[in-house]
């Protein structure tokens, strides 16, 4: 879905960098997340956040930090970036009402 | 805490094949099912869903049928394409109380390639 769009779509970045990944919505949709996606585990929530002043963290949130700018941005921080953090990420927002997720395209992250 | 397990793959395929994907989970209580697929290059997409029991989802030929007595949905499709070939993630949502359904717990998903 075009809607949810993440940038940058590809970053390969140094060990102990500062990185964001920004991903942004047309759809509307209070609710946005965070996921990890790794090779043979699935994804992972990372944090989510149901309208612009609540945060919550998921299962796997340790080196990660988020900020809702507003409803329709939802920005992912890497303090201080770590090789076992190189994984695809996505982005994803849900609506009440509507029984399902729309994802975004996804940002390769490569720590070095 | 809520768990989905996906059967081993990589899956390899002749076109017009049968094709299951198992799918289990354990949670604690009334979740919704989704199978999500993931094109090559591209975000997940909804393939299709059940939330309670014995409900069928399905969709662009597949299906898959809520069954809560053995804890699974499993996904099928009776005759495979090559367009087919991608990774399927099995989730679930704990739609209980109006959770959120973007609040997923997925399976670790399985690769399937559809030769011609």
């Known amino acids: 879905d075009a809607d949810v769009t993440q940038t940058p779509r590809n970053r390969i970045t140094k060990t102990g960098k500062r990185i964001m990944l920004e991903c942004s919505q047309t759809?509307?949709?209070?609710?946005m997340y965070w996921y990890r996606q790794d090779p043979g585990l699935g994804l992972r929530l990372i944090y989510y956040s149901f309208d612009v002043k609540d945060i919550n963290k998921g299962e796997i949130s340790d080196g990660y930090s988020v900020s809702r700018q507003a409803q329709a941005k939802f920005s992912l921080s890497l303090e201080s970036a770590i090789p076992n953090q190189t994984a695809l990420y996505f982005c994803?927002?849900?609506?009440?009402?509507?029984?399902?997720?729309?994802f975004g395209q996804g940002t390769r992250l490569t720590v070095v | 805490g809520d768990s989905v397990t996906q059967m081993e793959g990589p899956v390899t395929l002749s076109e017009e094949a049968f094709l299951t994907i198992n799918c289990t989970y354990t949670a604690t209580g009334y979740p919704s099912l989704f199978w999500y697929v993931q094109y090559p290059g591209e975000g997940l997409q909804l393939l299709l869903k059940?939330?309670?029991?014995?409900d069928k989802g399905s969709n662009k030929g597949f299906e898959a049928t809520y069954r809560k007595e053995t804890t699974s949905f499993h996904l099928e499709k009776g005759s495979v394409q090559v367009s087919d070939s991608a990774v399927y993630f099995c989730?679930?949502?704990?739609?209980?109380?109006?959770?959120?359904?973007?609040?997923?717990?997925f399976g670790q998903g399985t690769i399937l390639t559809v030769h011609p």
């Open positions: 994803a927002t849900s609506e009440a009402g509507q029984r399902r997720a729309f």
């Open positions: 059940a939330t309670k029991a014995d």
């Open positions: 989730a679930l949502s704990e739609s209980a109380g109006g959770t959120s359904y973007g609040k997923l717990t």
């Open positions: 759809k509307g949709h209070d609710r």
